[in-house]
């Protein structure tokens, strides 16, 4: 539910890999279209790179523990700026993050209670339908959609386009499923290949994150009191329902951007491991992502302050010493991680679970960066005054891990997704493994386009939620461009 951006210079270089009519200029304006932004000129942000009449409410929570207090100042010691504009292209420092949040009820704001209401007549939402397939039909040298073929065998039929929006997982499946894709893949799964085209479901790209977990003092109360305390939990929910401040207004506010310099000091180690990772690689964004390891005005690490157990061994036991305890987490996210995995179907059903390889820790770079991202987290634990409101280390522990080959068995065992999953139907050229254009028309078809995080080309830094709502706003602008042809 994060409400952020990337900075500048990553959206600039969707432009800058071949797709004219993109770039922070006009795909902010895109991003800021979708958000009503309710917390400008308050105590946590001003007033720049915002949008205000848009469907999806941009909020600052009304809730944020007492504790988080230490937050701003501990990072602030060592030595990185607060930032109250992270909105507007530069997202690096210490700030409290805006989140996807309705406030006058404190539930979440996304498409189905923010754009569909705006919708007209001549929208039908079929749910519980599951799409088969997109049918195809030769036209001159190019395949048109003649439409869309349910699993329960109904077949709509597609006057103009259709548009895919199955996320990074499913509109690559819904083009192989279709015949789109590579043949070998499509060959093992029974399919006709209709359209050659290499690129669908590869150069998926994701963030990685990994966590320290620490135990508050017992005059502290954070979230896993709702998990062990089921008398607390229904007064707190009670309190929600009736639209009073409640815990479960709770949503991640505490959030920190830094480049590697700012958060490790020499990061020459890292450029190194990079250079040695991309030197036989054919992707694209890999060459993107070198240039920003030596830019400073690109986040390479992000640093979340979780409210509540988040790690992987789990919350203690009942009938154990720390069974009621409380917890927070701080989190390191790699944000360029180097690593480009794949997505494809395992079989010709629709109902078949894809093959999903993220390869996440592939190369050395990935996992350093890890190292380097959970250690600086341990760092800011020990700093004053956040080190004055936790216990103990619960997760993994200093006895557990001291040593760098301590650290690198804890990142090879508890590194996991964040869920930002992108790249897997890219805008690129077709030579370069480009599945659209920058139409987003798949290549090969006259009126077939993907709209969601799929066709990202580079992954940015930060969340991507509002770069899916930027992609709907640009799809929409250019669908609407598009429209009088079929007049």
């Known amino acids: 539910m994060t409400w952020d951006r990337a900075v500048k210079k990553e959206y600039e270089s969707w432009l800058e890999v071949g797709n004219p009519g993109w770039g922070w200029d006009v795909f902010s304006n895109a991003m800021r279209r979708s958000e009503n932004f309710t917390s400008a000129n308050s105590e946590w942000y001003g007033d720049e790179g915002i949008g205000r009449a848009g469907p999806i409410s941009g909020t600052v929570n009304r809730y944020i523990p007492a504790w988080h207090d230490a937050w701003i100042p501990t990072l602030n010691r060592l030595g990185i700026p607060t930032n109250r504009e992270y909105m507007d292209g530069n997202s690096l420092g210490v700030l409290y993050s805006s989140s996807s949040v309705e406030p006058t009820h404190y539930n979440r704001s996304y498409s189905a209670n923010s754009y569909l209401p705006l919708a007209g007549k001549n929208l039908v939402v079929a749910s519980n339908a599951t799409v088969a397939k997109v049918e195809l039909k030769q036209t001159g040298n190019k395949q048109r959609v003649t439409g869309v073929k349910l699993l329960n065998g109904t077949f709509i039929a597609a006057r103009r ?21 590579q043949k070998s893949i499509l060959e093992k799964a029974g399919i ?51 639209g ?26 890292l450029l190194a491991l990079a250079q040695d990772a991309v030197s036989n690689s054919h992707f694209v964004s ?25 790690g992987v061994k789990g919350y203690p036991p009942k009938n154990t ?54 250690k600086k987290c341990r760092q800011i634990a020990l700093t004053p ?42 805008m690129l050229p077709k030579s370069k493994g480009g599945v659209v254009d920058s139409n ?32 709907g706003e640009m799809a929409a602008d250019i669908i609407v461009g ?4 079929y007049s």
């Not at 936790?390 to 690198?408: C, L």
Request: contains cysteine; negative net charge.
């Open 385 to 426: 005054p956040l080190r004055d409101i936790w216990v103990s280390e619960y997760e993994p522990g200093f006895e557990s891990v001291k040593t760098d080959a301590e650290w690198r068995d804890y990142v090879l065992n508890a590194t996991l997704s964040i869920y930002h999953p992108v790249g897997t139907c890219s």
């Open 161 to 181: 386009e259709v548009i895919l929006s199955a996320g990074s997982f499913g509109s690559p499946i819904l083009l192989e499923l279709s015949g789109i894709g």
């Open 482 to 485: 598009d429209a009088g042809r």
């Open 244 to 269: 009073e401040f409640s815990q479960y207004d709770y949503t991640g506010s505490a959030y920190s951007f830094q480049t590697w310099r700012q958060a490790i000091g020499n990061d020459s180690q």
């Open 192 to 242: 006709d290949q209709t359209i050659d085209l290499p690129g669908v479901g590869e150069n998926l790209q994701d963030h990685i994150r990994i966590s320290n977990v620490y135990q508050l003092k017992d005059n502290l109360t954070g979230i896993d009191r709702l998990n062990y305390d089921p008398g607390y939990a229904a007064e707190q929910l009670q309190r929600w329902i009736d």
């Open 440 to 471: 987003l028309k798949v290549y090969g078809t006259t009126n077939l386009r993907v709209a969601d995080v799929s066709i990202v080309p580079v992954l940015i830094s930060g969340h991507t939620q509002t770069a899916a709502y930027g992609i």
């Open 286 to 310: 890999e060459t993107k992502k070198l240039e920003w390891l030596s830019d400073q005005t690109v986040p390479q690490l992000e640093i979340i302050m979780s409210d509540g157990y988040l």
């Open 321 to 374: 010493a720390l069974y009621g305890k409380n917890f927070f987490a701080l989190i390191a996210a790699v944000m360029h991680p180097l690593a480009h995995g794949n997505v494809h179907i395992n079989t010709s059903s629709p109902l078949s679970k894809p093959i999903i390889d993220p390869r996440y820790l592939n190369n050395e770079h990935d996992i350093r960066a890890a190292i380097e991202g959970i």
